[in-house]
């Protein structure tokens, strides 16, 4: 299973901005001369990771800084979120058995990426919230270096949320979903699309509804059956499961799996960051 861009479709999107192939060249080494000189960011990311930083930020050069500078500030503001989420070590593997994340292969209009969050039926005692976040962050790391769209569209699918999922869930994990949509991804967001939503959901939407800023809070439509959800997301993008014509969830989950092994030696590099900058704020 592969996101990676070809170069028309890249083309295309660095077009919508008004950009060539030598603004974002020229950009990414502005970001990389900048890089070099803060000593709060443990590495120099790579080429693609910076291209996708600056895209997803709309080719603004502060903004890249700050969502930059946020992307590894996170992992001082919540270390224990970052200690187990490499997605080699058995709680990962336990955590993943209960919920998937899923980006699409085919973009939707040749520009956006859907990414598809749900949890698994009769799976809610393997549930933890740190690495259901982890989960997360590990698809968009992957996606950071070989990925390159205009906007993401997110499917949330909460058919078989249980009570046991909301007791594990903390303010915490509120906390750092607000931060990351806000801070890290929120550029990137197009729509989120809530399906199966139950009495349980709706009651905690509503009380966290404060904590969601009006800009988010725009772009989150509920659906109260998949039909209406197909005047977002044609039939050819969705999997079987949601009445579309792409592989099975089961399948694309699979896909998924051998994706995480080839990147396992940037997830073995990110425990050394999340340990180097735990270590920077404890002795600063």
């Known amino acids: 299973m592969s996101c990676t861009m070809d170069e028309r479709t890249k083309q295309r999107i660095l077009g919508l901005f008004g950009r060539s192939m030598n603004d974002l060249n020229a ?15 443990p590495e120099i990311p790579s080429k693609h990771m910076i291209e996708y930083f600056i895209v997803s930020n709309r080719f603004s050069i502060e903004t890249t800084k700050e969502r930059l500078s946020m992307y590894y ?5 919540f270390p224990s979120a970052f200690q187990a989420i490499n997605p080699k070590t058995n709680r990962m593997k336990m955590a993943c058995s209960a919920q998937y994340v899923l980006p699409l292969p085919k973009l939707v ?30 698809v968009y790391e992957i996606r ?3 990925d390159l769209t205009y906007e993401d569209v997110l499917i949330l ?14 303010p915490r994990h509120a906390q750092m979903v607000k931060l990351l949509l806000e801070k890290v991804y929120n ?5 989120i699309h809530i399906i199966n939503h139950s009495i349980l959901f709706n009651l905690l939407f509503k ?12 772009k989150i439509h509920f659906h109260d059956s998949l039909s209406s959800l197909l005047a977002y997301i044609p039939l050819d993008v969705l999997p079987k499961d949601y009445g579309g014509n792409e592989k099975s969830v089961e399948e694309l989950e699979e896909m998924w799996k051998g994706k ?11 425990d050394e960051l999340t340990i180097n900058v735990t270590r920077q704020k404890q002795f600063n």
């Open 27 to 41: 950009d990414v080494q502005l970001v990389k001369n900048w890089l070099c000189k803060q000593n709060h960011i």
């Open 73 to 77: 500030n996170i992992r001082k503001l």
């Open 109 to 138: 209009d040749g520009l956006y990426r859907v990414i598809i969050v749900g949890l698994k039926e009769g799976k809610s005692d393997k549930f933890d919230a740190d690495c259901m976040m982890g989960n997360v962050l590990n």
């Open 144 to 146: 950071m270096q070989e």
């Open 157 to 170: 699918d909460y058919q078989n949320l249980h009570l046991t999922h909301v007791i594990r869930t903390t």
């Open 187 to 191: 550029n990137r967001l197009k729509e």
């Open 207 to 218: 009380l966290a509804q404060p904590l969601i800023s009006q800009n988010l809070h725009k």
């Open 260 to 270: 995480m092994k080839k990147y396992q030696h940037r997830f073995d590099e990110l």
